[in-house]
């Protein structure tokens, strides 16, 4: 198990990594304006995904060991054909994509949702190293692929489209070499695939879509009121900021997995305790660290256009550090088959970023988005620390840290390595 979680966190790291190096690249090739849009794309395939997922992810890996993959495959096929078609729709009705990227996106989105539904299969298989080093290998390329594109003179957003294909085909041809092993499941009787995959990915989807709206939809309301550029610098200082997360996300896995396996009430509370004060604890070391950073290093590394950084990651850290604690709520309560909490919060949130977003962001600009996103991560963690204090006992004072954790920590590494 720590092995897995190792190779987990360094996949994440190396994944990171790539993305900042394909800011990097943006920023000094594209400018702001390339940023922007480049954002507004990842944007949109990441709404294209979504619809798919409500029959992938968490679902779908439930399924992997008790269904063959010639029943499990093809409704999720089907089904990522039906929602990018529906993506593709929203996308252009809407217009929130620039002119002429819209079919472009929902390609992308339809290619990766099928190399997600591959990769579910891997976690489903309990096979996580190659996993891991799929997912290395689809950062690597669309970073090789974009630096060298968008060298050519004139070179626009265009080029990262034209990488992103290249990434996307590169997991779905190794995703689908890797899941040609078969691996065997256990025998269940007849299993409704149709009605598992819905019935699991509803709520699950449910709070990611909103979630996803916490998120991102200060990007379109920064294009909307101000202008493509200011919203490529915001990105980038987006991407710093949820940066800190990393550590959180890959313990959280970790969490979900331990959780789900155990019916022991207080070992759920005491591994969710200490998976929540050493998110928070990784996240506090990465946000100063990026704090302690002037903006002028910021602007040599991402290119002259981007400035400001500094001041909007001080604002963006309260509300990620909300987050990382809601990383160890969420999954918990995902653990523990109370999902309703998960999807409560992120529509607690969602309301927050409406009301403040359309007031705040087109009079403060990435400030006010900056500030919006806080309180809506903010509002966020708040309720599911209530609802997580009130299902298990926990008093305000197991909340911070003490002696006691360090013990717990030591006990949690022994039970890892086993």
């Given at each position: 198990?720590?092995?897995?979680?190792?190779?987990?966190?360094?996949?994440?790291?190396?994944?990171?990594?790539?993305?900042?190096?394909?800011?990097?690249?943006?920023?000094?090739?594209?400018?702001?304006?390339?940023?922007?849009?480049?954002?507004?794309?990842?944007?949109?395939?990441?709404?294209?995904?979504?619809?798919?997922?409500?029959?992938?992810?968490?679902?779908?890996?439930?399924?992997?060991?008790?269904?063959?993959?010639?029943?499990?495959?093809?409704?999720?096929?089907?089904?990522?054909?039906?929602?990018?078609?529906?993506?593709?729709?929203?996308?252009?009705?809407?217009?929130?994509?620039?002119?002429?990227?819209?079919?472009?996106?929902?390609?992308?989105?339809?290619?990766?949702?099928?190399?997600?539904?591959?990769?579910?299969?891997?976690?489903?298989?309990?096979?996580?190293?190659?996993?891991?080093?799929?997912?290395?290998?689809?950062?690597?390329?669309?970073?090789?692929?974009?630096?060298?594109?968008?060298?050519?003179?004139?070179?626009?957003?265009?080029?990262?489209?034209?990488?992103?294909?290249?990434?996307?085909?590169?997991?779905?041809?190794?995703?689908?070499?890797?899941?040609?092993?078969?691996?065997?499941?256990?025998?269940?009787?007849?299993?409704?695939?149709?009605?598992?995959?819905?019935?699991?990915?509803?709520?699950?989807?449910?709070?990611?879509?909103?979630?996803?709206?916490?998120?991102?939809?200060?990007?379109?309301?920064?294009?909307?009121?101000?202008?493509?550029?200011?919203?490529?610098?915001?990105?980038?200082?987006?991407?710093?900021?949820?940066?800190?997360?990393?550590?959180?996300?890959?313990?959280?896995?970790?969490?979900?997995?331990?959780?789900?396996?155990?019916?022991?009430?207080?070992?759920?509370?005491?591994?969710?305790?200490?998976?929540?004060?050493?998110?928070?604890?990784?996240?506090?070391?990465?946000?100063?660290?990026?704090?302690?950073?002037?903006?002028?290093?910021?602007?040599?590394?991402?290119?002259?256009?981007?400035?400001?950084?500094?001041?909007?990651?001080?604002?963006?850290?309260?509300?990620?550090?909300?987050?990382?604690?809601?990383?160890?709520?969420?999954?918990?309560?995902s653990g523990t088959a109370r999902n309703v909490h998960n999807v409560i919060g992120s529509g607690l949130g969602l309301l927050a970023t409406l009301a403040t977003g359309f007031t705040l962001i087109p009079r403060f600009g990435m400030a006010g988005a900056a500030i919006s996103a806080t309180c809506a991560y903010g509002i966020n963690a708040m309720y599911q620390t209530v609802a997580f204090m009130r299902i298990t006992g926990t008093t305000f004072g197991d909340l911070w840290p003490g002696k006691k954790d360090v013990e717990q920590l030591k006990a949690l590494y022994s039970m890892l390595r086993r």
């Open positions: 198990m720590l092995k897995a979680i190792s190779g987990t966190v360094l996949a994440r790291i190396a994944t990171t990594a790539m993305g900042l190096l394909v800011a990097v690249v943006a920023g000094h090739r594209l400018g702001a304006e390339g940023l922007g849009v480049i954002g507004l794309v990842v944007l949109g395939i990441t709404l294209v995904r979504l619809g798919m997922d409500l029959m992938g992810g968490g679902a779908l890996i439930y399924l992997v060991p008790r269904v063959p993959l010639r029943k499990l495959l093809p409704p999720c096929y089907a089904w990522a054909v039906v929602a990018t078609v529906a993506g593709w729709g929203i996308l252009t009705l809407l217009h929130l994509v620039p002119e002429g990227y819209a079919l472009h996106v929902a390609a992308l989105g339809l290619i990766q949702s099928i190399g997600a539904i591959h990769m579910s299969v891997l976690v489903g298989q309990q096979r996580i190293r190659a996993n891991n080093y799929i997912a290395v290998v689809q950062a690597v390329v669309l970073v090789a692929a974009f630096a060298y594109l968008a060298r050519v003179p004139d070179a626009d957003a265009m080029a990262y489209v034209h990488a992103a294909y290249l990434s996307a085909a590169s997991t779905l041809v190794l995703g689908s070499w890797a899941i040609s092993k078969q691996a065997p499941t256990r025998a269940h009787g007849q299993v409704n695939v149709l009605r598992i995959l819905l019935r699991q990915g509803l709520y699950v989807q449910l709070a990611n879509g909103m979630q996803l709206m916490n998120y991102r939809l200060a990007y379109w309301l920064i294009e909307r009121f101000r202008s493509t550029s200011m919203l490529g610098i915001y990105t980038v200082a987006n991407q710093l900021a949820e940066g800190a997360w990393l550590v959180p996300k890959s313990l959280a896995l970790v969490l979900y997995s331990k959780i789900s396996n155990t019916r022991h009430r207080e070992v759920q509370r005491t591994l969710t305790l200490t998976f929540l004060k050493t998110s928070i604890a990784f996240s506090t070391i990465c946000v100063l660290a990026l704090l302690a950073l002037p903006s002028t290093v910021f602007q040599w590394v991402f290119g002259p256009e981007v400035t400001g950084i500094t001041p909007l990651v001080a604002l963006l850290s309260p509300g990620i550090l909300a987050m990382a604690a809601t990383q160890a709520y969420s999954h918990f309560f």
